[in-house]
């Protein structure tokens, strides 16, 4: 009898393999939507400030983004599988580590260990799908269902954090990652088939060590803007420090005879364009994420269950939305499907801000949140498959980093310059609000530092003190959301123009060879 060929065994148990890839990003994005429901119980338990809540979002976002090409270059070389376990396994290590953190310091630097896990996984991801999935018209679907897991993972998110912190500690939200992983590890082995495309060039460490450091320092200048002063020498000079490291990583990837990021790629507009539409929208959605779900916590004082149920209007209509993606593509064609969610992101982050005040409620918030998920909805498979779908087969594991590294970026910007307006308009009108009255500079700090703390040091003052310092502090925090959502949404609006005007049509994908080509060095096991 003749031996089951790799192709049909590929197909056989495509199905199988899409359903052990999607964990990969199910626990990757429960693990995001889940810290940002503990966001208050670690300003509470842990004493973190606004600018320390974001380096805790953010120090993941930034190993994960800045690893992430380069991984996918060590996926394609050494092999998909092999990198996609060790990704799982050292983000389920780094979870527990997590979850023991005494410290905030120590928190951020388990973080950063789970977003290196991350950034092993993702790319290794979708370059599987890719791999399995030859068939655009398949790809497509399997990619929708890629992206509709992340949905998933948002939906499940908040509701599992609330259930946890409602029962356990706040390190539950990290050990709960665990058994996800273990799953995920044990349908790795068993039914993902390894390929590789051993003749990538050798890994770009010059180049991922630049794009981290200078990720790196402007992140910092704009987190930590608030409290040095968007003037001060520290600042500017981070941000300087910052140009030239990036520059010099533009510099190094137009020389190299290996370069992580393959610039040349920024000539095709079907990938770049769709990638900044992906880096553009999630700068609003998970910059809104981190700011909504303090507002439902401390200022309407819901539970972090109430306040995860809460965020189901985004989750649920991004899931449902991801799935008809498809279909929506077919009559509106890949720019005005993007363009259309860039739209309704545009709209959501409006529609919140302008009814941002410390007399809002949760009604008066709802209608935007349903117009962020369906704006994500569109927005993340139909991006997802425009800049995977327009690169060469061998290309890949790279064309999948890319991709993941537009998402955490846009997040990790999305976060940082949200949260740095919001805490400066924050600081500027209850500092103003503050002045002749006399308080100890610690507990200033403490009011100044975040909208958790104020209410705490309100709470311990009591009297007509405490009501007055609550209502200040509240106002305050409403005011810097409304002008930080502004941002969020003027930007997602430059993005929709950007994409209707560049972002090309349907594009044929281009040519690809089977495996074991030796013209192309691509090769497959099973």
């Not at 004082?301 to 809460?310: I, T």
Request: with cysteine.
């Amino acid at each position: 009898m003749s031996a089951v060929s790799p192709v049909l065994s590929r197909n056989s148990h495509r199905w199988s393999v899409l359903a052990v890839v999607c964990v990969s990003a199910l626990i990757i994005n429960v693990d995001n939507t889940i810290l940002n429901v503990a966001l208050p119980t670690l300003v509470r338990d842990l004493h973190a400030s606004s600018s320390q809540l974001q380096w805790i979002v953010d120090s993941y976002s930034m190993v994960f983004a800045g690893l992430l090409l380069v991984a996918g270059s060590l996926a394609d070389r050494y092999g998909r599988k092999r990198l996609f376990l060790i990704g799982l396994i050292t983000f389920a290590g780094a979870s527990i580590g997590a979850a023991q953190s005494g410290s905030v310091d120590w928190l951020i630097a388990w973080r950063a260990v789970m977003g290196l896990g991350a950034a092993l996984t993702i790319p290794a991801s979708l370059s599987i799908l890719n791999d399995v999935f030859r068939d655009p018209t398949q790809r497509a679907k399997a990619i929708g269902a890629w992206g509709g897991t992340i949905g998933l993972g948002i939906a499940i998110g908040p509701i599992a954090g609330g259930l946890l912190l409602s029962r356990f500690w706040w390190g539950s939200i990290f050990l709960v990652n665990v058994p996800v992983a273990v799953a995920g590890v044990v349908g790795v082995i068993f039914l993902v088939p390894e390929s590789k495309n051993p003749q990538t060039a050798r890994p770009d460490r010059a180049g991922a060590l630049l794009s981290i450091v200078g990720l790196g320092l402007l992140l910092w200048a704009i987190i930590e803007a608030p409290i040095e002063g968007w003037t001060s020498g520290l600042v500017l000079g981070a941000l300087a420090a910052s140009l030239a490291v990036l520059g010099s990583f533009v510099f190094w990837e137009s020389r190299s005879s290996h370069p992580m990021l393959k610039l040349s790629l920024f000539s095709n507009r079907r990938f770049s364009i769709a990638a900044l539409g992906e880096t553009l929208g999630t700068f609003g959605l998970l910059g809104a994420l981190f700011v909504q779900t303090q507002f439902l916590q401390f200022d309407l004082g819901y539970s972090p269950l109430q306040a995860g149920l809460r965020i189901l209007p985004i989750a649920a209509t991004l899931v449902i939305v991801a799935a008809l993606s498809p279909f929506i593509v077919r009559v509106l064609d890949v720019k005005f499907t993007v363009g259309a969610g860039l739209v309704s992101i545009t709209g959501g982050l409006w529609q919140v801000s302008a009814v941002s005040s410390s007399a809002a409620t949760y009604a008066q918030v709802v209608p935007g949140l349903l117009l962020l998920g369906l704006g994500a909805g569109l927005l993340m498979p139909t991006a997802t498959n425009s800049v995977v779908g327009s690169l060469p087969q061998g290309d890949s594991g790279v064309g999948s980093a890319s991709n993941a590294v537009a998402l955490q970026l846009g997040g990790a910007l999305g976060v940082a310059v949200i949260g740095s307006v919001l805490s400066t308009r924050y600081q500027d009108n209850l500092g103003a609000a503050l002045v002749g009255h006399l308080i100890p500079p610690g507990a200033k700090q403490t009011i100044l530092g975040s909208l958790g703390g104020a209410l705490g040091v309100a709470q311990r003052a009591g009297g007509d003190t405490g009501v007055l310092l609550a209502r200040a502090a509240r106002s305050a925090f409403m005011s810097g959301t409304a002008l930080s959502l502004l941002v969020g949404a003027v930007v997602a609006l430059v993005g929709s123009l950007l994409m209707v005007v560049w972002l090309p049509s349907r594009e044929a994908r281009p040519s690809t060879t089977l495996q074991n080509n030796p013209e192309r060095g691509e090769s497959k096991k099973n």
